[in-house]
Structure formats: structure tokens, C-alpha cells
């Protein structure tokens, strides 16, 4: 089954205590994308990757790392969480780089910092 | 920067009725549009999108949307509202020339009464 696949489904952890979010797609594809959903604020870009080994920033980068060493992963990671990264994070892929192409999400992963 | 205006973050229909939901960008260059659905404790999914072509875009699930070029505006309908409609929708844009960034609405969350 083609998908996206993210672990953990919902963590909760303390301030500063690093943590990686991992995503894993099986369609080939070659862009991914990392978003966090706030209330009011709907999703807002983190990083997202073109390629293998090309990494940018989004929307609200601050805080968070990713690397795309294969194709088919793409962690974020965050070396010291603070309270405000609670939040709800999907990854997402779309079989190539372009405006039109429609993304695939993942089913999300819970956030909680206390 | 392009922006996306999603018109109430909460509407209530009942069983049968129609549900609209209103969705206006801002974009200096004709966009790509997405209408994506969201059920609880799971990812988005893709409804309809616009990319070129017809104006008038159907969709899984009887979902239907018209992108109106002189008005901005890329409304979601459906003509009978079923239960199983009952999530959150998300309305995103993404530039023509762009490389994939989509840019969501605040989320419009539908709620189905018998």
C-alpha cells in the first residue's frame, strides 16, 4: 500500500531533551515536506527537500533539523524541544517538485513538551 | 506572499443539506488549488484540486469546486450533506511557478446534524 509512514504516533517528552521524528514513504517520491497543524493557524511549513541531500527552510524552520540521506526518509529532529513546538506534525510527499503536484500526508505525530 | 482565507472556522449543516465552504487566496500569478479533508486522528487528504483546464473541478466523495479567477475564490460544495462528512477542511494554494510550497487556510471544521 502506497503511504507515509511516521513514528512516533504521539510523544510526550521534557524541555530539552532531543527528540526525532521519523517519515518514511514507499512511492519514489521526490519531494517531502514537514508541517506542524496549530489551532486557528492550519498547517504551516517547517523544511522541506527536493531531492536527496537538498534541504530547505520553510515557513517557521526555527528550532527544527531534517536530513534526506535516502530517498525515502526524511527525520525532523529537534535537538532541545521547547514548550511552544507542541503541536501536531504530519510529513508529506508528492511525486515530484512542482505547484501542481498533489501531496501525500502522513497520519501525523502528537507533540506534547512539558 | 500569497495568503488563503478560509470563512468560518466552524460550520454546522444538517443530513441532506448542501455544504459550502469559501475559500479566497490572495496570488499575483494564477495559482494551483487544493481542497483537502482532514478526519479525526488522521492525515489530509487530497478532495479536488485545479491545476489548468476547466474551472469547474469534481471530486471524491461528491465534493465539487469552482475556481473564479475575478473573484479569487475556489468554494467547496456539496449538494446533500451525508454523517460521514462530518471534518476538518483545508483550502491551499500553491504558486504556479513554484516548487511545490502549499499555503493553507485556517481550516473550516464541518459538523453534520441528523
Known amino acids: 500500500e502506497a503511504q507515509v509512514t511516521q513514528n512516533p504516533r504521539y510523544l510526550i517528552t521534557v524541555t530539552g531533551k532531543k527528540l526525532t521524528v521519523t517519515c518514511s514513504q514507499n512511492m519514489n517520491h521526490e519531494y517531502m515536506s514537514w508541517y506542524r497543524q496549530d489551532p486557528g493557524l492550519g498547517l504551516r511549513q517547517i523544511y522541506y527537500s527536493m531531492n536527496v541531500e537538498v534541504t530547505d527552510k520553510g515557513d517557521v524552520p526555527e528550532g527544527y533539523k531534517v536530513s534526506r540521506k535516502e530517498k525515502r526518509n526524511f527525520p525532523l529532529i529537534l535537538e532541545s524541544p521547547s514548550p511552544n513546538q507542541t503541536s501536531l506534525y504530519f510529513c508529506?510527499?508528492?511525486?515530484?517538485?512542482?505547484?501542481?503536484?498533489?501531496?501525500?500526508f502522513g497520519d501525523g505525530t502528537r507533540l506534547s513538551i512539558l | 506572499a500569497q495568503s488563503v482565507t478560509q470563512l468560518g472556522s466552524h460550520v454546522s449543516v444538517s443530513e441532506g443539506a448542501l455544504v459550502l465552504l469559501r475559500c479566497n487566496y490572495s496570488?499575483?500569478?494564477?495559482?494551483?488549488l487544493f481542497w483537502y479533508v482532514q478526519y479525526p486522528n488522521q492525515g489530509l487528504q487530497l478532495l479536488l484540486k485545479y491545476t489548468t483546464g476547466a474551472t469547474l473541478v469534481k471530486g471524491i466523495n461528491g465534493f465539487e469546486a469552482e475556481f473564479k479567477k475575478s473573484e479569487t475564490s475556489f468554494h467547496l460544495t456539496k449538494p446533500s450533506a451525508h454523517m460521514s462528512d462530518a471534518a476538518e477542511y483545508f483550502c491551499?494554494?500553491?504558486?504556479?511557478?513554484?516548487?511545490?510550497?502549499?499555503?493553507f487556510g485556517a481550516g473550516t471544521q464541518v459538523v453534520v446534524t441528523p
Open positions: 496570488s499575483s500569478v494564477p495559482p494551483y
Open positions: 491551499a494554494v500553491s504558486e504556479s511557478d513554484s516548487w511545490g510550497k502549499l499555503q
Open positions: 508529506a510527499s508528492s511525486l515530484a517538485v512542482g505547484g501542481n503536484q498533489p501531496q501525500h
